[in-house]
């Protein structure tokens, strides 16, 4: 896989080297727990960690970038990390 793309709070965000199913798992048990902290990718050409607090009833969405993809998604260009390139 890529990446996967999150789409969280009407932003976009990212997660590189990790597995669709890894990914859900994780968000699975902080649910169970109530609250779940995810480090995500935010910002554009140089990365920055950033943490989304997921709880019950907070808007997800995974979305998973496979390996043959092709980089331009969106009009913007993905690293193989997740991060966004500019030209």
């Not at 669709?20 to 798992?25: G, N």
């Not at 968000?27 to 960690?49: C, F, K, S, Y």
Request: net charge negative; no cysteine.
């Amino acid at each position: 896989m890529k990446r996967i793309d999150i789409a969280y709070g009407g932003d976009h965000y990212s997660v590189g080297g990790r597995s669709l199913t890894e990914l859900q798992d994780e968000i699975l048990t902080g649910l169970a727990q109530g609250t779940h902290w995810l480090q995500v990718n935010d910002g554009e050409g140089e990365p920055r960690p950033s943490y989304l607090l997921i709880s019950a009833g907070v808007p997800l969405a995974l979305i998973p970038i496979p390996d043959d993809a092709p980089e331009v998604s969106g009009g913007e260009m993905w690293d193989d990390e997740g991060r966004e390139v500019h030209l």
